[in-house]
C-alpha cells in the first residue's frame, strides 16, 4: 500500500494541486486522515501475517479482532480518500470487499444482533488458528450454518482490490496533472522579464537630480503592471495565486515597500519633507527590486520548464 499512497502523497502536495484541495479543509484533513490510516492499518495486517500468534485465547481473539478491524478501516480509508478527492464512489464498488466487511461485521462488528435480528452469531473457540477460524451462524428462524473463514484469503483479495482502486486513483492524478500542463506548457511566463534590464535601468537613470522623475514614476508603474500584475495573472490562468508559492508571497510582499517609497520619492508633486526617501537610498531601493524581479524570473523559468516537461 506504501507505494500507492506515496504516488498520491506526490500528486496532491505539487503547488496547483494542494492549493486547489486546501480551499475545502474538510476534505483535505479527509484526504491526509485517509492516507495515514491506508499506510497504518496496513502495517497491522502485516504484523498479523509476520507474527507469531498468540497461544492463549485471549490473545487468539484480539489478533482476530484487531486484524478485521484493520481491514476494514483500510477498506474506509480508501473510500474515504476517494470521496476527498471528489472521484465517483464507483471505485470502490467491489463484490469481494463487501464481502470482506460482511465477514468482520458478522464476527467481530456486530456478531450478536445483525441486520435487526435477521442473524447471529459468533466465533469458535476451538476453531481459531492463525490461517483463520470458523464461524457459527443462526438466523432469525434458529437454522444453525457453519463458515470456514481463510485468513490469507481475505488479505490477498482485499489487497487486490484495494492495489486497483488507488492505481485508478493515480492514473486520474497523472492524468489531471498532465492535461494541466499540456494546457499552458506554450505559453512562458519567463516573456514577462524580457524588458526587466531596461526598466530597471531607466529607474537608476531617473534617480539622478538631473533627470525629469515623472520618467521615474512611469518605469515603477511599469514594473508593477507589465511585470507584477501580468505574473500574477498567468498564475491565476493557471488555478494558482501569488501565496500558493510561500517564495513568490515573500516576493511580492518585500517589494511592496521600496516600490511605493520610489513611487513617492519620483513624485514631484510632493513637497519635500513628505518624501523619506534620499536618492542614495532610492538606490538601494531600485537596486533591491532589480534583485528581487531577477529571483521572480528564475522563479518563473523553472515553472516554465516544469510545464514543459
Known amino acids: ?18 492549493h486547489i484541495l486546501l480551499k475545502d479543509v474538510k476534505y483535505w484533513n479527509q484526504l491526509c486522515s485517509s492516507l495515514d490510516v491506508i499506510e497504518d492499518s496496513d502495517l497491522a495486517i502485516k504484523a498479523y501475517l509476520d507474527r507469531d500468534f498468540s497461544q492463549d485465547d485471549g490473545g487468539k481473539y484480539l489478533r482476530i479482532y484487531g486484524l478485521l478491524q484493520a481491514m476494514f478501516l483500510q477498506q474506509d480509508a480508501v473510500e474515504h480518500l476517494c470521496e476527498s478527492l471528489g472521484f465517483s464512489s464507483d471505485l470502490t464498488m467491489y463484490p469481494k470487499l463487501k464481502e470482506i466487511r460482511d465477514i468482520r461485521n458478522d464476527s467481530v462488528g456486530h456478531p450478536t444482533k445483525r441486520n435487526k435480528h435477521k442473524a447471529y452469531h459468533f466465533i469458535s473457540r476451538i476453531t481459531i488458528q492463525k490461517s483463520g477460524f470458523q464461524l457459527v451462524s443462526y438466523d432469525k428462524d434458529g437454522k444453525l450454518s457453519f463458515k470456514d473463514i481463510i485468513v490469507q484469503d481475505l488479505v490477498n483479495e482485499q489487497k487486490e482490490c484495494l492495489s486497483e482502486i488507488l492505481e485508478k486513483v493515480i492514473n486520474i492524478l497523472e492524468k489531471e496533472e498532465k ?6 506548457k506554450m505559453e512562458k511566463i519567463e516573456t514577462i522579464f524580457k524588458h526587466l534590464p531596461f526598466y530597471i535601468s531607466n529607474v537608476f537613470e531617473h534617480i539622478g537630480e538631473s533627470k525629469p522623475k515623472q520618467l521615474g514614476v512611469m518605469h515603477i508603474k511599469i514594473i508593477k503592471e507589465k511585470i507584477l500584475d501580468k505574473f500574477r495573472n ?4 493557471r488555478g494558482l495565486e501569488i501565496d500558493t508559492y510561500d517564495s513568490i508571497k515573500d516576493i511580492y510582499e518585500l517589494l511592496e515597500y521600496p516600490l511605493s517609497e520610489l513611487e513617492l520619492f519620483f513624485d514631484e508633486s510632493k513637497i519635500e519633507k513628505e518624501k523619506i526617501i534620499n536618492h542614495k537610498t532610492a538606490y538601494i531601493f531600485a537596486f533591491f527590486i532589480g534583485k528581487k524581479l531577477k529571483k521572480l524570473e528564475e522563479i518563473a523559468k523553472e515553472m516554465d520548464d516544469d510545464y514543459s516537461n
Open 1 to 18: 500500500m506504501y507505494e500507492y499512497t506515496e504516488k498520491i502523497r506526490y500528486f496532491i502536495n505539487k503547488p496547483r494541486k494542494q
Open 179 to 184: 492535461e494541466h500542463k499540456e494546457k499552458f
Open 234 to 237: 498567468s498564475l491565476n490562468d
